[in-house]
């Protein structure tokens, strides 16, 4: 059994600063890539960032320059710090992990089941 567990949600202002954290557990034997994705009410799910094993990052254009991944492989965990917050970036954020599970050595995709982060102007 595998689960992704995220924290660090939270209501702040406009301008303001959070640091989500997802952390992996389980029968794991390998992590690929790891992300984050967001969905807002009424709105589909989208990409916000991801992270290879390797550290090679990706953004979506809209978070460029405020929002940072990165991991630490020893914890299995992946990291989001948000900078100048915009109502905008309201939404519930999802950990996602692309990972080997451990005996089976199956590659599969998995969930977390999201945090919530508002922004009040």
């Known amino acids: 059994q595998v689960q992704l567990v995220e924290s660090g949600g939270g209501l702040v202002q406009a301008g303001g600063s959070l640091r989500l954290s997802c952390v992996a557990s389980?029968?794991?034997?390998?992590?690929?890539?790891m992300g984050w994705y967001r969905q807002a009410p009424g709105k589909q799910r989208e990409l916000v960032a991801t992270i290879t094993s390797g550290g090679s990052t990706n953004y979506a254009d809209s978070v460029k320059g405020r929002f940072t991944i990165s991991r630490d492989n020893a914890k299995n965990t992946v990291y989001l710090e948000i900078d100048s917050l915009k109502p905008e970036d309201t939404a519930v954020y999802y950990c996602n992990a692309h990972l080997v599970v451990g005996g089976i050595r199956t590659a599969y995709n998995y969930w977390g089941r999201g945090t919530q982060v508002t922004v009040s102007s």
């Open positions: 389980g029968s794991i034997f390998s992590i690929n890539d």
